[in-house]
T-cell receptor, first 109, second 114 residues
Framework: TQLLEQSPQFLSIQEGENLTVYCNSS?????LQWYRQEPGEGPVLLVT?????EVKKLKRLTFQFGDARKDSSLHITAAQPGDTGLYLC?????????FGAGTTVTVRA | EAQVTQNPRYLITVTGKKLTVTCSQN?????MSWYRQDPGLGLRQIYY???????DKGDVPEGYKVSRKEKRNFPLILESPSPNQTSLYFC?????????????FGSGTQLSVL
């Protein structure tokens, strides 16, 4: 059983559309990280959210940490083909990261 | 260039033949960790190390060994590999491993055990 559940597992959209990826858990985390992974490479950190209710924006990407620090979402506005990849959330407690299974996002031109 | 280097990138072996996957980082990081990635399961932590000579089990340590004799190196050892250890392996490092630290990943080692 995954500690962190991500949904949906797969997402295919047209360029210019918006998308949201969800990351849910019954556990509380001190912080939550989002990574993007491309084929043949390791994950690369996009953002860390620390405070319950926190919202962070990176250009077209908006990350939100739930008030109870158990869940998070990633919203992409006007997706582009370059956003294609595997998006992973990871809950952090002390020295331990627990990863979700990932959401594979495909943005069609 | 700051990086985590894993070798080899691809490895095919047979059941029972001992192997080592090397991992080295050039960022003077204290914390290093090994993960395996399997379809539908995400990344699962195998072992981690908070400093030289300090290692601890992650979520799936069975069948693996690690050592941390030097700060920069953290090899993963499979004494007697089995087919269920066929997976994509990642080494990662970070400054101290606490809450807000960025985890740097290597490019991965695809292992197939026949």
């Amino acid at each position: 059983t995954q500690l962190l559940e991500q949904s949906p597992q797969f997402l295919s959209i047209q360029e210019g559309e918006n998308l949201t990826v969800y990351c849910n858990s019954s556990s509380v985390f001190s912080s939550l990280q989002w990574y993007r992974q491309e084929p043949g490479e390791g994950p690369v950190l996009l953002v860390t959210v620390v405070t319950g209710g926190e919202v962070k924006k990176l250009k077209r990407l908006t990350f939100q940490f739930g008030d109870a620090r158990k869940d998070s979402s990633l919203h992409i506005t006007a997706a582009q083909p370059g956003d294609t990849g595997l998006y992973l959330c990871a809950g952090v407690n002390d020295y331990k990261l627990s990863f979700g299974a990932g959401t594979t996002v495909t943005v069609r031109a | 260039e700051a990086q985590v280097t894993q070798n080899p990138r691809y490895l095919i072996t047979v059941t029972g033949k001992k192997l080592t996957v090397t991992c080295s980082q050039n960022m003077n990081h204290e914390y290093m960790s090994w993960y395996r990635q399997d379809p539908g399961l995400g990344l699962r932590q195998i072992y981690y190390s908070m400093n030289v000579e300090v290692t601890d089990k992650g979520d799936v340590p069975e069948g693996y060994k690690v050592s941390r004799k030097e700060k920069r190196n953290f090899p993963l050892i499979l004494e007697s590999p089995s087919p269920n250890q066929t997976s994509l392996y990642f080494c990662a490092s970070t400054g101290s491993g606490t809450t807000n630290e960025k985890l740097f990943f290597g490019s991965g080692t695809q292992l197939s055990v026949l």
